[in-house]
T-cell receptor, first 115, second 114 residues
Framework: DTGVSQDPRHKITKRGQNVTFRCDPI?????LYWYRQTLGQGPEFLTY????????KSRLLSDRFSAERPKGSFSTLEIQRTEQGDSAMYLC?????????????FGSGTQLSVL | AQSVTQLGSHVSVSEGALVLLRCNYS??????LFWYVQYPNQGLQLLLK??????LVKGINGFEAEFKKSETSFHLTKPSAHMSDAAEYFC????????????FGGGTRVLVKP
């Protein structure tokens, strides 16, 4: 058990609907990352936070995607007006940034299917 | 920007045989290098990592990898495959200046034949 929790594990939605995923990192970790993994591919970086500040967003993160980490603890990833191309596994990871290398701990992911 | 190339999306090995998974990276600054394993319906688990120092890195489950700067490679090996090694393996690179975010290769799925 890595200690990073993601909810829900699976989400099936119809095209055009909004969905929201939650990630609870390991409690003392100040960094939180979101990745997307499509079938047969490696995970792709979406965005990351240090505490509550969103420090970087990938070009993969279109305007329909928004991520928050309001109190520097849990994070949410919302997708508006879902499209079939959004179907993927959404992974969350957390780490403790100490000025050097840090180890990322991954959750089990949220599998999104857009019909 | 960093990138990772894993040669071979699928590898089939016999139980007891050598496992060799190839990874080449591109980075303009000294990288950190990682191998992760993903079992079905599970999250990514760190097998081993190279940050600095000794270029031969030992990880969990009998795996090891060698960082070769001149070849920009970080190949993963295990002398004797076990049925439980069947999984997908991802090589990844990160640099501290980029927030330590990981850039992954496309993955190699390992099938172990009895």
């Amino acid at each position: 058990d890595t200690g990073v929790s993601q909810d829900p594990r699976h989400k099936i939605t119809k095209r055009g609907q909004n969905v929201t995923f939650r990630c609870d990192p390991i409690s003392e970790h100040n960094r939180l990352y979101w990745y997307r993994q499509t079938l047969g591919q490696g995970p792709e970086f979406l965005t990351y936070f240090q505490n509550e500040a969103q420090l970087e967003k990938s070009r993969l993160l279109s305007d329909r995607f928004s991520a928050e980490r309001p109190k520097g603890s849990f994070s949410t990833l919302e997708i508006q007006r879902t499209e079939q191309g959004d179907s993927a596994m959404y992974l969350c990871a957390s780490s403790l940034e100490t000025g050097g290398h840090e180890k990322l701990f991954f959750g089990s992911g949220t599998q999104l299917s857009v019909l | 920007a960093q990138s990772v190339t894993q040669l071979g999306s699928h590898v089939s090995v016999s139980e007891g045989a050598l496992v060799l998974l190839r990874c080449n990276y591109s980075s303009s600054v000294p990288p950190y290098l990682f191998w992760y394993v993903q079992y079905p319906n599970q999250g990514l688990q760190l097998l081993l990592k190279y940050t600095t120092g000794a270029t031969l890195v030992k990880g969990i489950n009998g795996f090891e990898a060698e960082f070769k700067k001149s070849e920009t490679s970080f190949h993963l090996t295990k002398p004797s495959a076990h049925m439980s090694d069947a999984a997908e393996y991802f090589c990844a690179v990160s640099v501290q200046a980029a927030g330590n975010k990981l850039t992954f290769g496309g993955g190699t799925r390992v099938l172990v034949k009895p």
